[in-house]
């Protein structure tokens, strides 16, 4: 019978790791180490920098739109009511954005 290779130790947060022992009895499991996340360690301010950033992009999303309607605003200028007039009904809004974004997409 051919002796059992060392297994690789994965860990999860919060959960201990183990190995393979030739010296548990069996072939057993010995535990070699613990990974616990703590509130100050450095999954915790990962945590903290990513939510940071979701915050940023979406602020930076809504700055983006903003300036879009200011620039369409400028460019189009009084005409603007004139041009969505027809999109007062909301099917005939849908129906005309649904067609206006396959001809853009294709």
């Known amino acids: 019978m051919l002796p059992l290779a060392p297994s690789p130790a994965i860990a999860f947060p919060g959960q ?3 190995c393979r022992s030739m010296n548990a009895p069996h072939g057993g499991t010995t535990l070699s180490s ?3 996340d703590e509130p100050g360690s450095q999954a915790a301010k990962s945590s903290w920098i ?3 950033l979701v915050l940023g992009l979406v602020y ?3 700055v983006a739109v903003d300036m ?3 620039g369409f ?3 189009a200028g009084d005409q603007a009511k004139e041009l969505f007039a027809f999109a007062s009904n909301p099917v005939t809004g849908v129906i ?3 067609v206006a ?3 853009i997409q294709s």
Do not use: E, P, R
């Open 96 to 98: 005309v954005g649904t």
């Open 60 to 62: 930076l999303l809504v």
């Open 50 to 52: 990513q939510w940071f």
């Open 16 to 18: 201990a790791t183990g």
């Open 68 to 70: 879009i309607g200011t």
């Open 101 to 103: 974004t396959a001809l």
């Open 34 to 36: 613990t990974t616990i």
């Open 73 to 75: 605003k400028a460019a």
